[in-house]
T-cell receptor, first 115, second 111 residues
Framework: DVKVTQSSRYLVKRTGEKVFLECVQD?????MFWYRQDPGLGLRLIYF???????EKGDIPEGYSVSREKKERFSLILESASTNQTSMYLC??????????????FGDGTRLSIL | LAKTTQPISMDSYEGQEVNITCSHN???????ITWYQQFPSQGPRFIIQ???TKVTNEVASLFIPADRKSSTLSLPRVSLSDTAVYYC????????????FGKGTMLLVSP
């Protein structure tokens, strides 16, 4: 069965820290995505990657960066965490295709709190 | 950008059929319509996808009229476990960066 694994379900960090969120997929998918989900705002796309070492900005990339050194792993980095980055972070992957035509498979999310 | 509009919430009772409609007036020729389901503390899960007319799988049916400006997700005989948020997603051929899930429809199924 399809599996997208996020390294932590819950994470608490302090303002100013550098935070790494890790995501691994076992489906050999080309595309990987990072979203954040906030009450009343739905899912918003932060970054995505369609190949190793490739990345594209989503709708809200400010304050974030990403790394994709291997096909199966996509990391989200908060360079200097701030309280407004407290959120649920969701990773997803999909096979190659045009935009959202290919179904995305999601992990169960990381609930990140910045104090 | 093909934006979508869905009702914020819907209520139903066990055993009823539920229809959730999504409006996407500026859908592009190459766009597909995809629906996801999300339970609390979980990531969204793919339910069904279609391009035109009707698609059916073991979970739901998706009805798309000829003009494709809307779509309806139909859940037959819902149970309490169908209580979730349902998202309508329309692909945009201009690129990945325009993927938009929107706020979804919160479906509450009561006994």
């Amino acid at each position: 069965d399809v599996k997208v694994t996020q390294s932590s379900r819950y994470l608490v960090k302090r303002t100013g820290e550098k935070v790494f969120l890790e995501c691994v997929q076992d489906m050999d998918h080309e595309n990987m995505f990072w979203y954040r989900q906030d009450p009343g705002l739905g899912l918003r796309l932060i970054y995505f990657s369609y190949d190793v070492k490739m990345k594209e900005k989503g709708d809200i990339p400010e304050g974030y960066s990403v790394s994709r050194e291997k096909k199966e792993r996509f990391s989200l980095i908060l360079e200097s965490a701030s309280t407004n980055q407290t959120s649920m972070y969701l990773c997803a992957s999909s096979s190659v295709g045009q935009g959202s035509n290919q179904p995305q498979h999601f992990g169960d999310g990381t609930r990140l709190s910045i104090l | 950008l093909a934006k979508t509009t869905q009702p914020i919430s819907m209520d139903s009772y066990e055993g009823q059929e539920v229809n959730i409609t999504c409006s996407h007036n500026n859908i592009a020729t190459n766009d597909y319509i995809t629906w996801y389901q999300q339970f609390p503390s979980q990531g969204p899960r793919f339910i069904i996808q279609g391009y035109k007319t009707k698609v059916t799988n073991e979970v739901a049916s998706l009805f798309i009229p000829a003009d494709r400006k809307s779509s309806t997700l139909s859940l037959p005989r819902v149970s309490l476990s169908d209580t979730a948020v349902y998202y309508c997603l329309v692909g945009d051929s201009s690129g990945y960066s325009t993927l938009t899930f929107g706020k979804g429809t919160m479906l509450l199924v009561s006994p």
